[in-house]
C-alpha cells in the first residue's frame, strides 16, 4: 500500500495538477454560463452549489488497490475515470436533464460515458447523473444531483460507504427507506418548480 501510496503522490506534480485543474475550470465556466442562459428563461438559477476537487493521493491509492491493480505510467488515468471531479446541487430532477443535455448540444466536450442512477438507482439508493466527460485529453467526471439526492449521499458516506467495520442490517434498511422518501420528494419539488416555471412565463407575456 506504501509503494502504491508514494506513486500516486508523483502523479500529482505540478504540470497534471494543472492540467486538471485547468480542465474543471472549463467546465464549471460552462456551466455558469448555462445557468445565466437558464436564469434568463425562467427567472431563477437551475445552480444550488457547484464544487469541484482532485481525487487524493490516498484515495486514488485506496481505489486500485480495491482493484487489484498498481500505480504504474498511464495506468492510474486509464483506470480511474474520476480523477477530477466536478459535482452540481441542481434544485429537481428536470434540471439535471436539462444541463445533461446542455452538455452533450455545447459541442465543446467529448462524452465518454454516461451513468444515470436516477432512472435507475444503485441497489443501496444511490441516485445521481454521472457523465464522463474528455476535456483537452483529460478525463472529469460530472455529478449532478438535487438537494435530496447529494443528502442523501452524504448521509450514507458518513453512515456506510467505505466503512471497515460492520453495518447492521437496521442501518442499511434505513439508508435505503430514505433514498425512497426523497425520490418521493423530489418529484414534490419538481412539480413545484415546475408551477413556478409556468408563473414566470404567464407574467412575461
Not at 501510496?5 to 475550470?25: H, P, S, V
Not at 456506510?160 to 425520490?183: A, C, M, V
Request: contains cysteine.
Amino acid at each position: 500500500m506504501e509503494e502504491i501510496l508514494e506513486k500516486t503522490k508523483d502523479y500529482w506534480n505540478e504540470e497534471n495538477t494543472k492540467k486538471y485543474e485547468g480542465a474543471m475550470q472549463l467546465l464549471t465556466s460552462k456551466i455558469k454560463e448555462f445557468d445565466a442562459s437558464y436564469y434568463e428563461e425562467t427567472g431563477h438559477h437551475f445552480i444550488r452549489f457547484i464544487e469541484k476537487r482532485l481525487k487524493s493521493p490516498e484515495s486514488i491509492a485506496n481505489k486500485l488497490k480495491r482493484k487489484g491493480k498498481k500505480a504504474e505510467g498511464l495506468q492510474i488515468e486509464e483506470l480511474i475515470s474520476d480523477l477530477a471531479g466536478v459535482r452540481i446541487i441542481c434544485f429537481d430532477t428536470s434540471q439535471i436533464y436539462k444541463v445533461a443535455r446542455m452538455i452533450g448540444e455545447c459541442g465543446e466536450f467529448e462524452i465518454l460515458k454516461v451513468k444515470d442512477y436516477i432512472f435507475r438507482p444503485k441497489d443501496n439508493g444511490y441516485q445521481s447523473y454521472h457523465i464522463i466527460l474528455n476535456i483537452h485529453s483529460v478525463k472529469v467526471e460530472l455529478q449532478i444531483r438535487t438537494i435530496l439526492m447529494d443528502a442523501w449521499s452524504s448521509l450514507d458516506s458518513i453512515l456506510i460507504y467505505k466503512k471497515s467495520t460492520p453495518i447492521s442490517e437496521q442501518l442499511k434498511k434505513d439508508i435505503i427507506r430514505f433514498s425512497k422518501w426523497s425520490r418521493k420528494m423530489d418529484k414534490m419539488v419538481q412539480r413545484m418548480m415546475s408551477r413556478k416555471v409556468d408563473t414566470n412565463a404567464k407574467q412575461k407575456k
